[in-house]
């Protein structure tokens, strides 16, 4: 058994709610957001953050053990929510990783304030827009033939159809399903592109795509 499988989840109880996280680690705080998929806490990419700081990875309200509250109803509600989760840690000069969805909720912290953050990692971003009018940054997989989608789904065969149909299905499943959005996914009013101005402050700001990566977060 690996590192990350043995470490265990606690609760923290935020505005009610009671959110299950991974604490693991010191040092510099690192906030982790996960993708819509949910929070695997044996994923190996947690126990490498956790070598390099404090690693903090919630369950998104709603998601595994996490209880959802009934007014957050969109990710701008979310992003509330993780600034008051934040305080309530005492979080400061923290890394902030976002990874698909979550990386459209670090992104709507950071619009809002950045006072406890030091730099902004987006990885296969959705949430923002960062091509031009005509360019889909988010492709619609569910308008795809089979083929088409495999062959932009992954970076090298072969294809594994189990894994991509589930990961489809993810989409319809997440709590946020409504949220979401099934064909555009982006909010046009979250900047994206270059480092910019977040929250009154000028952070570091990363955008970061998987080798091969053409469904989500294209530029």
Known sequence: MNAAA????????VNGARIELIDRGHGR????LHPHVGLDPSAPVLAMLAEGGRLIAPSHPGFGHSE???????????????????????????LVIGVSLGAWIA???????TARMARLVL????????????????LDIFAMLEGEFLDLAFADPPYDLGLATKLAERWLETPFADILGIEHRFNEKLPGGEP????????????????????????
């Open 29 to 32: 705080p690192i906030l982790f």
């Open 6 to 13: 043995e470490a265990p989840t606690s609760t923290i109880i």
């Open 123 to 138: 990885a296969n971003p959705v949430g923002i827009k960062v091509g031009d009018r005509e360019t889909r940054d988010i």
């Open 107 to 113: 992104a709507a912290i950071a619009v809002k304030s």
């Open 196 to 219: 910019r101005r977040y929250g009154g402050t000028v952070i570091t700001f990363y955008r970061v795509e998987g080798r091969g990566s053409r469904v989500e977060g294209r530029a």
């Open 68 to 94: 959802r509250l009934a007014g957050i109803t969109t990710v701008d509600d979310l992003s509330y929510f993780y600034l008051d989760l934040i305080d309530a840690l005492d979080l400061r000069d923290t």
